[in-house]
């Protein structure tokens, strides 16, 4: 079971993003307030659930919550588009939260808040976990209205993510303008990944 948040002194948002690792498409980023006597049995790190499971938690997430918020940063450098998305939801918290639990080992923001960087915390802490289902499950949503403009990306299973069909899709049909720049899909590199 989840612990509800890391501290309990100050009002705390969990944060975390979804989408760093993919070929195409924005990172989405998540911020949740939970109230303090939250629990879901279901509630864990988005990658260990079922999209069933998601998609009923993020309905659920977003009518308990204190508050949420969910932002896409188009991902040109990847790492700092997941702090600027964090960032940004964060931001629009409405009541602000004192204090951040950030899934992963680093985080930089303009925000003034303390924060903690807590790896795999989206597996600890059901704020963070939380903010893992929105950040995830809007992604996928996205992707899958851009799989009806590009659908010979296999975008509908693979949410832009470097799968060996995807990889295939760029060496046969080239880049889209939502694929990620950053990233080198050079033939070299897709046959490295087979």
């Given at each position: 079971?989840?612990?509800?948040?890391?501290?309990?002194?100050?009002?705390?948002?969990?944060?975390?993003?979804?989408?760093?690792?993919?070929?195409?498409?924005?990172?989405?980023?998540?911020?949740?307030i939970l109230p303090p006597d939250f629990h879901d049995p279901l509630?864990?790190?988005?990658?260990?659930?079922?999209?069933?499971?998601?998609?009923?938690?993020?309905?659920?997430?977003?009518?308990?919550?204190?508050?949420?918020a969910v932002e896409a940063v188009s991902a040109v450098r990847i790492?700092?588009?997941?702090?600027?998305?964090?960032?940004?939801?964060?931001?629009?918290?409405?009541?602000?939260?004192?204090?951040?639990?950030?899934?992963?080992?680093?985080?930089?923001?303009?925000?003034?808040?303390?924060?903690?960087?807590?790896v795999k915390g989206d597996g600890k802490y059901a704020d963070i976990?939380?903010?893992?289902?929105?950040?995830?499950?809007?992604?996928?949503?996205?992707?899958?209205?851009?799989?009806?403009?590009?659908?010979?990306?296999?975008?509908?299973?693979?949410?832009?993510?470097?799968?060996?069909?995807?990889?295939?899709?760029?060496?046969?049909?080239?880049?889209?303008?939502?694929?990620?720049?950053?990233?080198?899909?050079?033939?070299?590199?897709?046959?490295?990944?087979?």
């Amino acid at each position: 079971m989840l612990e509800n948040q890391y501290q309990y002194e100050f009002r705390e948002a969990g944060c975390d993003e979804a989408g760093r690792g993919c070929l195409a498409g924005p990172v989405f980023a998540a911020a949740v307030i939970l109230p303090p006597d939250f629990h879901d049995p279901l509630l864990n790190d988005s990658k260990q659930m079922t999209e069933r499971n998601r998609d009923r938690l993020r309905l659920i997430i977003e009518r308990e919550a204190v508050a949420w918020a969910v932002e896409a940063v188009s991902a040109v450098r990847i790492l700092n588009g997941s702090f600027e998305g964090m960032s940004l939801a964060v931001a629009r918290l409405d009541p602000p939260p004192e204090f951040l639990a950030i899934d992963g080992n680093r985080f930089r923001t303009r925000l003034e808040l303390p924060y903690r960087c807590v790896v795999k915390g989206d597996g600890k802490y059901a704020d963070i976990a939380a903010a893992s289902v929105l950040a995830k499950t809007h992604r996928d949503e996205y992707m899958l209205r851009l799989a009806e403009e590009y659908p010979q990306y296999g975008w509908k299973k693979n949410k832009g993510y470097p799968t060996r069909e995807h990889r295939l899709a760029i060496r046969e049909y080239g880049l889209t303008p939502h694929h990620r720049l950053s990233f080198s899909h050079g033939i070299g590199q897709l046959e490295l990944q087979f």
